[in-house]
């Protein structure tokens, strides 16, 4: 099963080291291990790995080494920039991780020039698209939301399976990486602080709000908010308010990796799978093109609101609506249009009998059609 990444990375090891980053169990080892039949193999969690990774005594007869979970070795980016200055790459160096590697930068040498960066999604309609070519996309879908994208869980196709899954794979994350790297003793408040966010998925969430339910400070809740975008558990999206009259200036929205933590009915966690997705295709764009590109929502004080809205290169390039079943075209595209005349509007909804495009170009799109299809480059 040849992943979405996987030539971009090939074409990079050539020239540099590759950090592959991304949620825990997104698949980083294995497409990591599919990229040559003759590698080597080191992850820091293993005490034999680990001792190899101190003495450097991989197999450099290899044809590619892999180093998984490195940043939790003590000065890590000085300990790579070493073996790459005495010895290049050759073999091919990848490294993995399930934390933002850019986060642990902040001690010792800096590596820039000697790498390129790509993040490591689940699987979304998109990517299952280009694997397999599936007879019905609707199904499958119906099957990310129900099991989530991660491979697991999602190649098992069973609830009762990913409702486990689910737990353990959190489990890991909060008790063994969350006290490995930021050292962190308060767990049971953070696991708390992710149950109040399954809730609130698709709604602004107020700092103040969540430091009361939480008895603690404002400044606690965001260092706790920033190290699960850091851990790859969640992801932030602001509101864009450049031009905007009465626009919100703060309230951000947080989002799940795995659209199956989320709580509520099927139209939020249809919105978290589309918020999924189009975060997906933007870092694709931005690591393998170099574009630049940001994911916001649109809102006013009054609640006028766009479920999200993409710029490319700083320029509006996109508007998109998430509904369930309302086939009727929202108003708001009407008011935002005016502030934004370049940018495509799209209404994607789940169950929709007549797929429809009006005058100036708006469109009325099936979500399993769009979702497979839509790409910003």
Same mark, same amino acid.
């Given at each position: 099963m040849k992943r979405y990444l996987t030539n971009y990375i090939l074409d990079d090891l050539k020239k540099k080291i590759v950090l592959l980053t991304g949620p825990r169990q997104s698949g980083k080892t294995t497409l990591s291990k599919m990229l040559s039949s003759n590698f080597d193999y080191l992850n820091f969690d293993n005490p034999e790995h680990r001792l190899g990774l101190i003495e450097r005594s991989w197999d450099r007869s290899k044809d590619l080494i892999i180093f998984d979970e490195l940043h939790k070795l003590k000065n890590w980016k000085s300990w790579l920039k070493g073996i790459y200055d005495t010895e290049g790459v050759q073999p091919r160096i990848i490294v993995t991780g399930s934390a933002k590697l850019d986060t642990y930068r902040k001690v010792g040498d800096s590596l820039a020039g000697r790498f390129f960066q790509f993040r490591l999604h689940p699987f979304d309609l998109k990517e299952i698209k280009k694997i397999n070519n599936p007879d019905n996309l609707q199904a499958v879908l119906d099957r990310l939301l129900d099991t989530g994208g991660f491979p697991e869980p999602y190649l098992e196709g069973s609830t009762k399976f990913y409702n486990r899954w689910k737990r353990s794979h959190l489990d890991i994350i909060l008790k063994q990486d969350l006290v490995d790297l930021e050292n962190v003793q308060q767990i049971t408040s953070i696991e708390t602080l992710i149950q109040l966010l399954r809730k609130r998925v698709g709604s602004p969430v107020s700092y103040n709000s969540l430091a009361r339910d939480l $008895?603690?400070? !404002?400044? +606690?809740?965001? #260092?706790?908010?920033?190290?699960?975008?850091?851990? %790859?558990?969640? @992801? #932030?999206?602001?509101?864009?308010? =450049?031009?905007?009259? #009465?626009?919100?200036?703060?309230?951000? =929205? %947080?989002? @799940? %990796? !795995?659209?199956? $933590?989320?709580?509520? !009915? @099927?139209?939020?966690?249809? /919105?978290?799978? +589309?918020?999924?997705?189009?975060?997906? /295709?933007?870092?694709?764009? /931005? !690591?393998?093109?170099?574009? $630049?590109a940001q994911l916001y929502y649109l809102k006013t004080k009054d609640s006028r609101e766009i479920d999200f809205f993409i710029t490319r290169n700083e320029a509006p390039f996109l508007m998109i609506e998430v509904k369930w079943a309302d086939s009727a075209l929202s108003r708001n595209f009407s008011i935002f249009g005016k502030y934004f005349p370049k940018a495509k509007k799209v209404q994607i909804v789940k169950k929709l009998d007549r797929e429809k495009t009006y005058p100036d170009g708006t469109e009325i799109r099936s979500a399993h059609n769009w979702l497979a299809d839509f790409s910003l480059t």
């Open positions: $008895q603690c400070s !404002d400044k +606690t809740v965001k #260092r706790w908010l920033t190290i699960l975008e850091n851990m %790859y558990i969640i @992801f #932030r999206i602001g509101p864009f308010h =450049k031009n905007i009259a #009465r626009s919100i200036l703060k309230a951000p =929205k %947080y989002y @799940f %990796y !795995d659209t199956g $933590q989320v709580i509520g !009915d @099927f139209g939020i966690k249809l /919105e978290n799978l +589309t918020a999924s997705a189009l975060l997906k /295709e933007i870092h694709y764009i /931005e !690591d393998c093109y170099g574009e $630049q």
